[in-house]
């Protein structure tokens, strides 16, 4: 099996639903291999965090997009996150993203964790009353969704009221984040940025008239005072990106999380006696599921390479950081789940100029969270089979039933 077939088959159902077989195919192969014309394949963890390090490697920007990628300006989706810091070049990506970061600062997620702390206290009182009887309850609905989202609309400014309809745009406005989203999935996809767009704009003008204490308003006075550092279109795109990514990759990681403690008991009763630390279980479980996949650059020089494999001008490069987390040149027994590891280092995040902002929140919720969901139910187990969201750039769970006994 050569890069290009493994590509392939991780794009099927098959692949989507479990990649790390293929994942170690790949490693057979070397830390990159050739995934056909213009496309290499990079799994090592050294040389996929060479090319997240690297400003020589662009992301697929809208200039890109717009060149290469057929029908790109017909999807509002896809605009709208071309127009955001995630798929942004410099020097446009470290202006916005030095803007952004002024206010979304390490100080201010660190000052959350009362906030998160009450947040976990509070649902796991609704998940106790919803499961009282004994009846199963969705894990991922009644919890891994609701805590993210909840944290990061109270830091943007979105009212309580309005929160509920978010989960379904953002599930729908992502899958333009896919390798090859449908035709249904990318006009679901949008519609849903399309209903984003319109709510940020409308705060951003109510946020504009009447500030608040909060991370929209930051942003709107930001961006009035300094005309130059970020357009109203960048704004509104990187207001919708900072609620997608605030809880979609959290709510994967604490259903990914909670999945893996069900599949080795010996390490949940380690966490619940000290014998692992909730900071070494996060780092694990982004190590050896990540809630991210994949992510990809593009080559626009013909004199760069990759673990020595050529990437001339245009060549895409495949960033498999599932794969990355589980290389064995990196990890001793990387097939095995051990939130006892020391130096784990997972590239879930990225690294380099588009390391993931919210990293630190992400981290703060799942720590917070996992180790008091068991300490408060120390009988959770499943209530059946869990459903998988049928992604590959975006992993985890649609449902998690569980019984609190």
């Not at 057979?28 to 050739?34: A, R």
């Not at 709208?80 to 990506?93: K, R, V």
């Not at 309580?160 to 379904?168: E, G, K, M, S, W």
């Not at 959770?380 to 985890?396: I, K, S």
Request: charged share 25%; proline share 8%; aromatic share 6%.
């Amino acid at each position: 099996m050569d890069g290009e077939e493994i590509i392939g088959r991780l794009l099927d159902a098959e692949g989507r639903a479990d990649p790390y077989p293929l994942y170690a195919r790949a490693h057979e192969l070397g830390p990159v291999s050739e995934a056909g014309p213009n496309m290499v394949l990079a799994v090592g963890h050294r040389e996929v965090n060479q090319v997240l390090r690297s400003t020589a490697f662009h992301v697929p920007d809208a200039a890109l997009r717009e060149r290469w990628e057929d029908g790109y300006l017909e999807h509002s989706s896809k605009v709208l996150l071309g127009a955001s810091m995630l798929e942004t070049n410099a020097p446009d990506h470290g202006r916005m993203r030095s803007l952004i970061a002024s206010v979304f600062t390490a100080r201010r997620v660190a000052a959350l964790e009362p906030a998160v702390v009450a947040a976990v206290d509070g649902l796991l009182d609704e998940l106790a009353e919803a499961g009282a009887d004994g009846s199963p309850v969705d894990f991922m609905d009644a919890f891994a969704y609701r805590l993210p989202v909840g944290v990061i609309c109270e830091l943007l400014g979105v009212p309580a009221a309005d929160r509920a309809r978010f989960r379904p745009l953002a599930d729908d406005l992502t899958a333009a984040l896919e390798l090859l989203p449908t035709d249904p999935e990318l006009a679901a996809a949008d519609v849903a940025a399309d209903e984003l767009s319109d709510y940020f704009t409308e705060l951003a003008a109510r946020r504009q008239a009447e500030p608040a204490d909060d991370l929209v308003s930051a942003l709107v006075q930001a961006a009035a005072a300094d005309h130059g550092r970020l357009s109203g279109r960048e704004l509104l795109a990187n207001l919708v990106l900072l609620l997608a990514a605030g809880f979609e990759t959290t709510t994967n990681l604490l259903g990914n999380g909670l999945a893996l403690l069900f599949g080795h008991p010996a390490e949940r009763a380690a966490l619940r006696s000290g014998q692992v630390t909730p900071g070494g279980l996060v780092e694990e479980v982004l190590r050896y599921d990540s809630p991210v996949q994949l992510t990809s650059r593009i080559s626009l020089s013909d004199e760069l390479s990759v673990g020595g494999v050529p990437t001339p001008y245009g060549t895409g490069i495949y960033l498999l950081l599932g794969a990355a987390n589980r290389d064995p040149a990196r990890y001793p027994d990387p097939e095995r789940f051990d939130p006892r590891r020391t130096d784990s280092q997972p590239v879930s995040f990225g690294g380099g100029p588009h390391f993931c902002l919210g990293a630190q929140l992400a981290r703060l919720e799942a720590t917070v969270a996992l180790p008091a969901l068991l300490d408060r139910f120390p009988g959770l187990a499943p209530a059946g089979p869990p459903t998988r969201r049928d992604r590959l750039v975006l992993r985890g769970y649609r449902t998690l039933p569980v019984t609190l006994r």
